[in-house]
């Protein structure tokens, strides 16, 4: 079982930036990788970032390559999302997830074991 957490939401302007946490308890966190994914209003959800256990690799959705950076602490269970030049378009509510049954990092929904609650980004213009 994995227990996920996120943090850091809140309301920016277009072109700020803002950090999301996303703690994690139960399993071992070096032993998983973990993804982020964002749900926008009216829209179905879609893959935003993913980190293997290690912290390398990484992979991004087009949308938020060289804009976002996802890392990972594992000595805090940890991951992070930083997020600059934001835009409107990336307001939505932004969760974590666990994958802890894939080797290899994935960017498909349906291979993530565990899901957080989720944290509202809200990007003004």
């Known amino acids: 079982q994995v227990q996920l957490v996120e943090s850091g939401g809140g309301l920016v302007q277009a072109g700020g930036s803002l950090r999301l946490s996303c703690a994690a308890s139960?399993?071992?966190?070096?032993?998983?990788?973990m993804g982020w994914f964002r749900h926008p209003p009216g829209k179905e959800r879609e893959f935003v970032a993913a980190?293997?256990?290690?912290?390398?690799?990484?992979t991004y959705a087009d949308s938020v390559k060289g804009r976002f950076t996802i890392s990972r602490d594992n000595a805090k269970n940890t991951v992070y999302l930083q997020m600059n030049s934001l835009k409107p378009e990336d307001t939505a509510v932004y969760s974590c997830?666990?994958?802890?049954?894939?080797?290899?990092?994935?960017?498909?929904?349906?291979?993530?074991?565990?899901w957080g609650q989720g944290t509202q980004v809200t990007v003004s213009s």
């Open positions: 997830a666990a994958d802890v049954t894939t080797k290899t990092i994935t960017i498909a929904t349906k291979e993530y074991d565990y």
């Open positions: 139960g399993r071992t966190f070096s032993t998983y990788n």
């Open positions: 980190i293997s256990r290690s912290g390398r690799p990484t």
